[in-house]
Structure formats: structure tokens, C-alpha cells
């Protein structure tokens, strides 16, 4: 089971929702499941939440479970899995965009500018080997 950890500067708006049922699963899933994500709030473990990341696609709107949530310094880091296996792919498919923004958003503080395709092609030759891959 692997969580990606998610860019703090491209914020995600999570949004409790009521208990939505997922597919119950008894064997310990492999690659990809979710993200990590730092929140203002605590988020019971267990809970339904919708997830959407304006800044990425303004179309994405996902729901997941909170796997822990653990208090950091004024936050908390929460982990959110997406059970849905359409959903989890369309979350690792936007994780990918957001890795490769936050790329170019560090390159420019650098003096580097790179326009989105330059960043997305040192991203993937640099770290897509790397990135979990999608078993689910």
C-alpha cells in the first residue's frame, strides 16, 4: 500500500462527507492507493471525504477514506485512499500533474523558467520511475 505525498503548495480541498460504502477488500493491496496531504483540521479514520484540486483540473472531484491522520506542527498530515479503482487511477493520473507543477513552481524559484512540457519531461525522466505504480 503506497500514498504519495502531495505538494503543499497546490492545496486540496477535502470536504467530510457522509459515510460513503467502498468495496471491502481483505488482502493487503499493493502499488498506488492514495495521497498524504497536510490539513488544517483532524480527520477521523474511517470517514468519507470528497477531494478536489481547483488548481490542477477544475473538473476533478474524487471521494476517499481517511487512513490516519496525524497532528504535525500547527497541521496534520492526513493519509486519504481512494478504494474506487476508477478513482484511484483518475487521483494517481492528477497526483502526477500536481508532482510535475510543483517541479516547475521549485525550478523558478531556482531562476530556472520552464514552461509546462519542459518541467513534465525532466519530471518523467527524473522521477516517474520512481512514482507508485497503479496495481489496484
Known sequence: MEFVAHPKDLPLEITLIEDQPFPVTTEEKLGFVGITCLASQYYECG???????????????????????????????????FPIKDECYCVRMVEQLSQIEHYRRQAKTQGRRLNYNEAAAEWIQKFAASFPSFTA
Not at 484540486?53 to 493519509?79: H, K, Q
Open 47 to 81: 470517514r468519507s471525504v470528497r477531494v478536489t484540486l481547483e488548481e490542477i483540473d477544475p473538473n476533478f472531484c474524487v471521494t476517499g477514506r481517511i487512513v490516519w491522520c496525524d497532528r504535525e506542527v500547527g497541521e496534520y498530515r492526513v493519509a486519504i485512499e
